[in-house]
């Protein structure tokens, strides 16, 4: 048993205590685990663009003050009643996505969107309508089901998978968003056919990986797009076979009109990966007449709404989207997890950049001035931050356990 088990926990976590504020790094008071729920020491977490959107204020979802952060990998420090399928030690990447294998659309064999807990997590609480965070005698609000940026956090036993204990977390916690969203949303929700022509839109994080996703896929031609040439160098690393920087045509051309001629009438898969709801449009049109699929994978701002003609839609194309990349994450994430180790499956290759959980505001910074694309080594990344941070305090006192520093680029070290 934990020395901490069924305590509360004080620890270190970047809070968010509003919108469009930078995050404040403050001594928190994490709850026990109720029933169905696990507490985890989040270990290493990554900074994705989402975090960004809902700090600043354009997620209609968004609740302050809250402990953001999705894509985190760490250890289980308790479990609550009933808890079966994980227990005290084990590795764990947590889950945005829940798999509870029991709701209509878990058994229905057709989404990965579970909603067994998906209402109060956009509500910002556990599902028993109640929050385990607190800080300076206030309740913070949960975030994605995951709550990352925090030393500790508690999540329902369905917003978790145990993952092999050989797989270093400072690696496996970007298969908690941007690595497996873009990967899964070309090779399960698109699923891109051998020898396909595809077109990525926005070459960040997710972009690449649904590169490296048509790659796996064998897809014939992989043309990256990007309105920043630094992004170029990525895209070939990651397997693209063509670059194109929409705002360098020749004067007249359209994205649209260039791609379709580049590929002798359209793409047979392309993916939406800015969240910009006018490169959503170019990204369907561009599609071939008659069979040609665009996915929706970027997110777009509250208010924000996707148009075309019908037209389109009638003469053959289809517009879809994608919530991280259609896998399911219990079921699904230990098989990637296994790939990575085997070696076939890229997620080192991701993390350019690292901080410190003190620090964290300044990845943030990165993403909204693209400084990080001026660098040496352009960032398809920035945000994807370790965040060195303080041992956990609780209230017990055991032995601190002794700060450590992630040991490359790119992902945050909690512990
Ligand atoms: N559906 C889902 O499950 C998920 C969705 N997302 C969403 O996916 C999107 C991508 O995330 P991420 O990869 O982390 O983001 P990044 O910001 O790292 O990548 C987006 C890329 O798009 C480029 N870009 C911006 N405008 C254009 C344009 N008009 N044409 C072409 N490229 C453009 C950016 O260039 P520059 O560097 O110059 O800004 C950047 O390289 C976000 O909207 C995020 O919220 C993320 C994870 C899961
Ligand atoms: N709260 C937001 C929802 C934004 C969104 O679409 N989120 C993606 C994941 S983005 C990860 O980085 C998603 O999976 N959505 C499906 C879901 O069930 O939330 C808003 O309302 O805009
Ligand atoms: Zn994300
Ligand atoms: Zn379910």
């Not at 729920?37 to 204020?57: N, W």
């Not at 698109?190 to 897809?219: P, Q, T």
Request: net charge neutral; proline share 6%.
């Amino acid at each position: 048993m934990s020395s901490t088990k069924g305590q509360v926990i004080k620890c270190k976590a970047a809070v968010a205590w509003e919108a469009g504020k930078d995050l404040s790094i403050e001594d928190i008071e994490v709850q026990p685990p109720r029933a169905g729920e696990v507490r985890v020491q989040v270990k290493y977490t990554g900074l994705c663009h989402t975090d960004a959107y809902t700090l600043s204020g354009s997620d209609p979802e968004g609740a302050f003050p809250a402990i953001l952060g999705h894509e985190g990998a760490g250890i289980v420090e308790s479990v609550g009643e009933g808890v079966d399928h994980v227990k005290e030690g084990d590795a764990v990447i947590l889950l945005y996505t829940a798999e509870c294998r029991e709701c209509k659309f878990c058994k229905s064999g057709k989404t990965n969107l579970c909603q067994a807990v998906r209402a109060t997590q956009g509500q910002g609480t556990m599902p028993d309508k109640t929050k385990r965070f607190s800080c300076k005698g206030k309740e913070l609000y949960h975030f994605m089901g995951c709550s990352t940026f925090s030393q500790y956090t508690v999540v329902s036993q369905y917003s978790l998978v145990g993952i092999n204990p050989k797989a270093p977390l400072d690696k496996a916690c970007l298969l908690g968003c941007g690595v497996t969203t873009g990967f899964g949303a070309a090779t399960k929700t698109a699923n891109v056919e051998k020898g396909s022509n595809v077109a990525v839109f926005g070459i960040g994080c997710v972009g690449l990986a649904v590169i490296a996703g048509s790659v796996d896929a064998k897809a014939g031609r992989i043309i990256a797009v990007d309105t920043n040439d630094g992004k170029k160098s990525w895209a070939d690393k990651f397997g693209a076979t063509d670059f194109v920087n929409p705002t360098k045509l020749p004067e007249g051309k359209s994205i649209v009109d260039h791609l379709v001629e580049m590929t002798d009438g359209g793409l047979d898969y392309t993916f939406d990966c800015t969240g910009n709801v006018h490169v959503m449009r170019n990204a369907l049109e561009c599609c071939h007449k008659g069979w040609g699929v665009s996915t929706v994978i970027g997110v777009a701002a509250a208010g924000q709404e996707i148009a075309t003609r019908p037209f389109q839609l009638v003469t053959g194309r289809k517009w879809q989207g994608s919530a991280f990349g259609g896998v399911k994450g219990r079921s699904e994430l230990p098989g990637l997890v296994e790939r990575y180790l085997q070696g076939t499956f890229k997620v080192d290759e991701y993390i350019t950049h690292s901080t410190t959980l003190d620090k964290l505001n300044e990845g943030f910074k990165y993403m909204k001035s693209g400084d990080c694309v001026r660098c040496e080594y352009p960032e398809p990344r920035c945000a994807h931050t370790p965040l060195p941070m303080p041992a956990a305090d609780p209230p017990s006192l055991p032995p601190p356990v002794p700060t450590r520093r992630a040991s490359h680029p790119g992902v945050a070290d909690m512990s």
